[in-house]
């Protein structure tokens, strides 16, 4: 289904819900016409229409009793050669009203129907308020109705990540703009929310450095966000760069207690699309349903920091045209972090130039700055259609265990690089309730030394569904370094080296924001062995859910793999 926010058509995620219902309207009335009458726009007829003159006509649907509306559908007169401007409120008693959709823009395409998505809300009334066109200041309607819920928020048919339409909520507005938002941010008192109407702002730095939240209500723009102090809260920004690294970082962090929710970030030129800053990053932050792609290197880049959890992103097509060693979906420093159910995917080096390494997560220590990275959570991911390797950890520059301890599980992997995972000179990790499918140029599983007097140890290794295409499962002196060793089911998928083949060779292929087939495929492959109950106790404490949400554990004991069967 394609929804209309703004002034863009965002068609995107799995193939639509059933459509949702149109609820029956017992009345409608307006604020005024030209003789083009109210009742004309629910007739079933396009060659009719209500027209108002003026900003902020309006026309209101009397649903008869209280309803749950998911969205609104209007046809608009002479469509195809002008766009309207419009809100979509809604009222239990029809005097108050509460905008959920504000300030929308029609497309300008066509003279049919066009259908515009709400959070499900319980409404009697709903009102189409118009603020004219782009050729004057008329609201004409040629065809209008109300619709159900779809079961679905703005948005909802993304599982992971945001379609970039905003976040239309407004009844806990404090401040309201239509221009350049960092006027009123700059005005803003802590505790305020700053909506933020629809606009292209795209030559702006939007900096926040106090406890707001800074929320936009439909698509807009900027080149760039900036948040330091504590507590500000950034939802629902586009933010497009503008000059190759200039700036580098699409939305930068650093102080405590953020929350940085619904952003999509789609800047060619930007290399780091949500990061920390280099010198001070950042504790107790939130990276929840942001959607990154097309950007130059990184996805999420933690230079380090404490306690940040990156959950429910959705990262794919990053590529670089400027021959950078890497592309990753996420590069982690930093202690405590727990990084879950995120969806990165289609990260094909050969799209790039140098054919640079393409990493689901990654961190490398290659230099002399010391970074730590410890105790880390990487668990319930999708990682899927990855040239490179879905975890690589290396301590790689000195004998310094800066990089241990991490737990790697419940994670759906398949990546078509040397190998699936590989540790280097790392003491200590838990790799256990995944699937890995790969094997294709090397092994599933390499654990090795990468650097003099520090060896890979205590790695343990358990209940995993291991899948290689033809290669070995281990790389020559694994399993030494493996101190468990348990429930780890092998199977032979040879289809791997096609997949493989057929990604990296055709590098122009479209690449659409989810793939359905992710979340069914591997779990028919996993069905392939008898894993139903056939786990062993994981090493890591709450260990409560599964890959796809089910709970841990639904039968006599844990299933192997990622996902928990009834």
Not at 12 to 34: F, K, N, Q
Not at 328 to 337: E, K, L
Not at 396 to 417: H, K, L, M, Q
Not at 482 to 506: Q, Y
Request: charged fraction near 25%.
């Amino acid at each position: 289904m394609a929804a209309v926010v703004g002034a863009a058509t965002v068609v995107s995620g799995p193939p639509p819900a059933e459509a949702a219902t149109p609820l029956p309207i017992t009345a409608v009335t307006a604020s005024s016409d030209d003789g083009n009458v109210p009742a004309n726009a629910v007739d079933g007829d396009l060659s009719t229409r209500w027209s108002a003159e003026g900003d902020g006509a309006w026309i209101r649907f009397d649903l008869g009793t209280e309803q749950t509306v998911g969205s609104v559908s209007v046809a608009w007169h002479q469509g195809d050669t002008r766009r309207s401007t419009f809100d979509v409120q809604v009222s239990q008693s029809g005097s108050s009203w509460s905008t959920v959709l504000p300030r929308a823009v029609s497309s300008g395409t066509g003279t049919g129907p066009e259908e515009y998505d709400i959070t499900d809300t319980s409404a009697r009334y709903v009102r189409i308020v118009g603020y004219g066109n782009t050729d004057n200041e008329w609201t004409s309607i040629t065809e209008a109705a109300v619709l159900g819920a779809d079961g679905e928020d703005p948005g909802g048919d993304l599982p992971y990540g945001t379609d970039g339409k905003g976040n239309p909520r407004t009844d806990d507005c404090t401040v309201s703009t239509d221009s350049d938002p960092q006027e009123a941010v700059d005005d803003a008192s802590d505790g305020d929310v700053v909506c933020v109407r629809p606009g292209d702002y795209s030559d702006t730095t939007l900096t926040v450095d106090k406890a707001v939240t800074v929320r936009a209500n439909g698509v807009v723009r900027v080149k760039n966000i900036e948040v330091s102090g504590s507590d500000a809260t950034i939802d629902g920004f586009t933010v497009v760069g503008d000059e190759l690294d200039d700036p580098s970082t699409g939305i930068k962090f650093s102080g405590t207690g953020h929350t940085i929710i619904r952003n999509l970030v789609n800047g060619k030129n930007i290399h780091y699309a949500i990061a920390c800053d280099y010198d001070d990053c950042a504790s107790d932050v939130l990276i929840s349903r942001n959607t990154v792609t097309g950007t130059n290197n990184f996805g999420v880049y933690l230079w380090g920091g404490s306690d940040i959890t990156v959950e429910w992103n959705n990262i794919y097509d990053l590529w670089t045209d400027e021959g950078n060693d890497d592309v990753d979906g996420m590069r982690v420093w930093g202690t405590g972090h727990l990084i879950r159910n995120n969806y990165i995917h289609d990260l094909n080096a050969s799209k790039s130039e140098g054919e640079p390494h393409a990493d689901c997560i990654q961190n490398y220590q290659n230099s002399s700055r010391t970074v730590e990275s410890y105790d880390v959570t990487v668990e319930n991911n999708y990682c899927v259609r990855v040239s490179g390797q879905c975890l690589i950890m290396q301590n790689g520059n000195r004998p310094t265990a800066d990089i241990r301890d991490y737990t790697y599980r419940g994670n759906v992997c398949e990546s078509f690089g040397s190998q699936n995972i590989e540790l280097g000179s790392i003491p200590g990790a838990i790799i256990e309730n995944n699937i890995m499918r790969g094997g294709v140029d090397g092994h599933v599983l390499t654990f090795h030394s990468t650097v003099d007097d520090l060896e890979t140890t205590d790695i343990r290794v358990r209940n995993n569904v291991l899948v290689s295409a033809g290669g070995s499962t281990y790389a020559r002196g694994s399993e030494d370094a493996m101190t468990d060793d348990t429930d780890n089911v092998e199977l032979l998928d040879p289809s791997a080296s096609d997949d493989w083949r057929d990604f990296e060779g055709n590098p122009d292929a479209p690449v659409p924001a989810i793939n359905p087939d992710d979340f069914t495929r591997f779990r028919d492959l996993a069905q392939q062995a008898d894993i139903v109950d056939e786990g062993s106790t994981p090493h890591s404490e709450d260990f409560t859910e599964d890959v796809d949400g089910a709970t841990r554990v639904r039968g006599a004991a844990i299933d192997i793999g990622p996902f928990e069967f009834a």
